[in-house]
């Protein structure tokens, strides 16, 4: 979901040797966070706030959307992956710095010391073609016409939900929940409480459909589009989507385990050490003990636990439910269904 500016404050109150508030802003989902609002607390502080924006490059190019790009929001360093939701080669990146909290000379120097001293003229010639792409308002008005359509269409759907539109009814239905920015172009599908779950879906609109989505996960998958995308994918991908849904029963067992506890904190990753040879284990006998190693799926690549972090039951449950959708686990030290503890 979304970073308040109540979470944020809270934190700087809370640890006071803050020196930079760095947050993401889309999601890979495509929840936008108020970056106005966040700024605003954090420069109450004279610390500087940094976006990782990487998937919100073509924000400033949507009219709905503009003002809760970063830059515009008052972020002081920004860094947009344009090859996300642009045309760009893959690994085309931009920072943008602004205000005078930050010093663009130390940037430069940090940059100098971990960037390589020989770049891509391949890249570079990317983002400057990318750029002059942008400048056509016509692409972002088609654009713009063909998700409206797509989400139109959508309202037919009786048994897979679309995120936004999942979205917004819990808004309506809470009258304490404030109403969400959310990017359109990331179309996320929810599968839950269907007879099939993320993974299904995926396999479903590849192999019959012919149409390859970003991500699947255990009960959505994320259909990413862009300018690029022509009118025929979206029409395409909605009448796929409405023809799955006919078939499809309901299912209340199929219950979603995402939104479970950060887990419990016994080390930092860096107190571990890293000499004390491997302790390997079935991850189902690790309840209780503490992981020495990262557990993840990708994409999104978010972990499910981080070194240093006491194993739950709720964490195993998680796992397992992974498992039944054939979507694969993976760890540091590539050992699952072994994981390294203390």
């Known amino acids: 979901m979304e970073i308040s500016k109540t979470q944020i404050k809270e934190k700087l109150d809370q640890n006071p040797d803050i020196k930079l508030v760095v947050i993401t802003s889309p999601t890979y989902e495509g929840v936008i966070s108020n970056i106005k609002e966040i700024s605003d607390i954090v420069h109450k502080y004279n610390i500087p706030l940094m976006v990782d924006e990487a998937h919100g490059a073509h924000l400033r190019f949507m009219d709905k959307l503009k003002e809760y790009e970063a830059m515009i929001s008052g972020a002081d360093i920004v860094v947009q992956s344009l090859h996300k939701t642009l045309p760009a080669l893959t690994q085309c990146a931009i920072m943008h710095i602004q205000g005078n909290i930050v010093l663009e000379e130390k940037v430069e120097n940090a940059l100098d010391i971990f960037e390589t001293s020989s770049p891509s003229y391949i890249l570079m010639s990317s983002i400057d073609e990318c750029l002059d792409i942008v400048e056509n308002e016509r692409l972002f008005e088609q654009y713009n016409d063909n998700l409206k359509y797509f989400y139109n269409k959508a309202k037919k759907l009786k048994k897979l939900q679309i995120l936004k539109d999942y979205i917004n009814q819990r808004v309506i239905e809470d009258k304490n929940k404030s109403k ?4 359109d172009g990331k179309i996320v599908i929810i599968t839950e409480g269907t007879s099939i779950n993320g993974k299904q879906l995926a396999d479903i609109l590849r192999f019959k459909y012919h149409i390859e989505v970003e991500m699947e996960n255990v009960n959505y998958i994320i259909a990413m589009t862009s300018i690029c995308d022509k009118y025929e994918n979206f029409e395409r991908l909605i009448d796929a989507l409405i023809e799955i849904d ?15 506890k950060t887990p419990e904190r016994k080390l930092l990753s ?21 992981s020495k190693e990262y557990i993840w799926i990708y994409p999104p690549g978010i972990p499910i636990i981080v070194p240093g972090e006491i194993v739950s039951s709720e964490i195993i449950e998680k796992i397992e439910n992974i498992l039944k959708t054939d979507i694969d686990i993976k760890t540091s030290l590539k050992r699952f269904p072994y994981i390294d503890i203390l």
């Open 180 to 183: 969400i920015n959310y990017d």
């Open 246 to 260: 006919e078939k499809l029963e309901f299912k209340e067992e199929n219950k979603s385990t995402e939104q479970i």
């Open 270 to 290: 860096n107190e571990i050490d890293k000499n004390s040879g491997y302790n390997f284990v079935n991850y189902k006998d690790a309840i209780g003990k503490v």
